[in-house]
């Protein structure tokens, strides 16, 4: 069994062999829990593969909304991505400081605002610097380039749409937290959220799809076997979620790895959800 949508997903012999192609973009979108206490702005400032330009969630984002990196106005991501010199025509590689985690977030957002020619880095930054390849601190100034915004909404869920869902059942849910989250037996990194989960969810922590060793998507039939695992019909809709929308991305880019073609993010997650007290929850496996 292999990858059904393997070109989403390149690994690092191939970047460095393409990196200084005409129409290659490489985007370094790594973010941090708060709790971590770490810059991921001032971690790129200091080293990054070469030419690659910073993706900053926090900032591409509704940055009116009180909860965290929520999908900007397609104006507002059209605008960002101008200035990152990433636009139409562009083969983009997006990878992170964490292996992958928050470059699943970017791979979404591109192709929720229609641009499909976009790659995970196989490993991200750890893995290509682990190798010996390049990395750099040198200022990126790209040239500014049209970026045609086209908002899927197939890809997206919002909180109302996910309540209703819990009646209609006519989507799977599929939460990619720590089991301990989501049994409602570990507190929640951020302060004030009730634990638990959205009633019936499923639990498949994003962690179960990456090897362990370099943090590479695992192969498609270990894939395949903790989606199924895990409850999950593959041939039936799902929506992903996590705590804030980052790692919810993870669980939809194994899926779309799989072929699945009805999969989106519910992106308030789990932070938007616990917070609204009229809303149910369920605790326990």
Known sequence: MSYINSSSLVSTEWLAEHADAPDVRIVDASWHMPAMNRDPRA??????????????IDEIADTDNPLPHMVPSPEKFSSRMRKLGLGDGNRIVVYDSLGIVSAARAWWLLRLFGHQDVA????????WKAEGRPVDDMPVKPAE???????????????????RNIDQNREQVLDAR????????EPEP????????????????????LNDADKTFRQAEELNAA????????????????????TACVLAFGLHLLGHQRVAVYDGSWTEWALDEELPVETGK
Do not use: M, W
């Open 178 to 185: 720590s089991a301990g989250r989501f049994d409602g037996t």
């Open 43 to 56: 971690e790129y400032d200091a080293e990054h593969i070469p030419g690659a330009v910073f993706f900053d």
């Open 190 to 209: 951020r302060e004030g959220l009730r634990g638990g989960h959205i009633p019936g969810s499923k639990n498949l922590p994003y962690t179960a799809l």
């Open 145 to 163: 380039r049209h970026f045609t915004s086209r908002i899927n909404s197939f890809l997206l869920r919002e909180k109302d749409q996910v309540a």
């Open 120 to 127: 995970i880095l196989d490993g991200g930054l750890p893995k």
């Open 227 to 246: 989606f199924s695992s895990a409850g999950i019909d593959l041939k039936k809709p799902v929506i992903t979620s996590c705590g804030s929308g980052v």
